[in-house]
């Protein structure tokens, strides 16, 4: 996708009357937003394939800690294919407890039902509440409090049975 296609895709939703539009391909993340005023704000996040393993050494170490953090804890993908993953609707800071002073949402082997909240995420000044969309059991909390998520990060895995 060049400069071109993307200035034509601003311009599309601006016209279009969407709010928000999200773009994903194997090397680009577009989103766009736009306000009442006609006014577009837009991210363009480029990222580079990694075709061998000498150009993962020259990644930070905060990316490659997080892969192999994830990898360590899920020893086998059999063991852990039973259980739904609980996956970060948004970008931001995960936290567990609802403020510091307070306890946690959840624990592992907290039994959940649909609309119990397990988090929340703070993105841009605002605490988004995360709803469970299954009942169950949580089995393992992948993230730490206080740490920054991606969007589709795997949160929590949860036994339905």
């Not at 929340?120 to 988004?128: D, G, P, Q, R, Y």
Request: glycine content about 4%.
């Amino acid at each position: 996708m060049d400069l071109k296609d993307i200035q034509n895709l601003i311009k599309f939703v601006a016209k279009s009357g969407a709010s928000e539009v999200k773009l994903e391909t194997e090397d680009v993340k577009i989103t766009i937003r736009t306000g009442g005023d006609e006014r577009s704000e837009t991210t363009y996040i480029q990222q580079i394939p990694t075709m061998a393993n000498p150009q993962q050494h020259g990644m930070p170490q905060q990316q490659q800690s997080a892969p192999a953090s994830q990898e360590a804890a899920a020893p086998a993908p059999s063991a852990d294919s039973k259980y739904i993953t609980i996956k970060s609707p948004i970008i931001g800071t995960f936290y567990r407890k609802p403020a510091p002073d307070k306890p946690m949402f959840v624990e592992v082997g907290s039994n959940v039902n649909v609309g119990d909240v397990l988090c929340v995420i703070e993105a841009m000044k605002l605490f988004n509440e995360i709803e469970s969309e299954i009942s169950g059991k949580i089995v393992k909390i992948l993230v730490d409090d206080a740490s920054p998520v991606e969007f589709d990060q795997p949160l929590f895995l949860v036994d339905p049975s």
